[in-house]
T-cell receptor
Framework: KAGVTQTPRYLIKTRGQQVTLSCSPI?????VSWYQQTPGQGLQFLFE???????NKGNFPGRFSGRQFSNSRSEMNVSTLELGDSALYLC?????????????FGPGTRLLVL | EDQVTQSPEALRLQEGESSSLNCSYT??????LFWYRQDPGKGPEFLFT???AGEEKEKERLKATLTKKESFLHITAPKPEDSATYLC????????????FGKGTTLSVSS
């Protein structure tokens, strides 16, 4: 079974631009979560989608948004990029939406904001 | 505020030298604790889920245990291929299904 895939793997943007990252979950998985990983803060939860609805949201500004499509694929968007948005963005998928569902991570998209 | 702390930040071992990594947590109602392994340039790889105090799980040279305040990841006779960053994460009542991660322990095993 193919794992979680994320595109693109690397991205360079400049301040003020916007960016869209894509995530394809493991086949059959319906829940997708997004995390930001930085050396200083570690992994931090952004949001979770299940059945095309945002079910949970972390403590990030409104510039960070996401959506999920009917085939469970998900995208996240960051508008008006800031230098501090440089990070590894990780997508994780799980079979369902309940507690204790194992979240399987993709390889991430590394975003560099100049 | 829900919080997860891992120690030590870094650990260097000789091949065959067993040790333990610590994950302590302060959360409002623990639902579960997860261990992941992350290699450089890759996403975290799932290792274990622990649900309740007293539970233990094993996989090859790794054994995870859980108490009411902390979890340990015991590494027995490690090999160089065990070198990675080990991440601990919890799910808590107030945070829903979001994983709350510690900063990780970076393990280096030399031959």
């Amino acid at each position: 079974k193919a794992g979680v895939t994320q595109t693109p793997r690397y991205l360079i943007k400049t301040r003020g631009q916007q960016v869209t990252l894509s995530c394809s979950p493991i086949s059959g998985h319906r829940s997708v979560s997004w995390y930001q990983q930085t050396p200083g803060q570690g992994l931090q939860f952004l949001f979770e989608y299940f059945s095309e609805t945002q079910r949970n949201k972390g403590n990030f500004p409104g510039r960070f948004s996401g959506r999920q499509f009917s085939n469970s694929r998900s995208e996240m968007n960051v508008s008006t990029l800031e230098l501090g948005d440089s990070a590894l963005y990780l997508c994780a998928s799980s079979l369902g939406q309940g507690f204790l569902e194992t979240q399987y991570f993709g390889p991430g998209t590394r975003l560099l904001v100049l | 505020e829900d919080q997860v702390t891992q120690s030590p930040e870094a650990l260097r071992l000789q091949e065959g030298e067993s040790s333990s990594l610590n994950c302590s947590y302060t959360v409002s109602g623990l639902r579960g604790l997860f261990w992941y392994r992350q290699d450089p340039g890759k996403g975290p790889e799932f290792l274990f889920t622990l649900y309740s105090a007293g539970e233990e799980k094993e996989k090859e040279r790794l054994k995870a245990t859980l108490t009411k305040k902390e979890s340990f990841l015991h590494i027995t006779a490690p090999k160089p291929e065990d070198s990675a960053t080990y991440l601990c994460a919890v799910q808590a009542n107030q945070a829903g299904t979001a994983l709350i991660f510690g900063k990780g322990t970076t393990l280096s095993v030399s031959s």
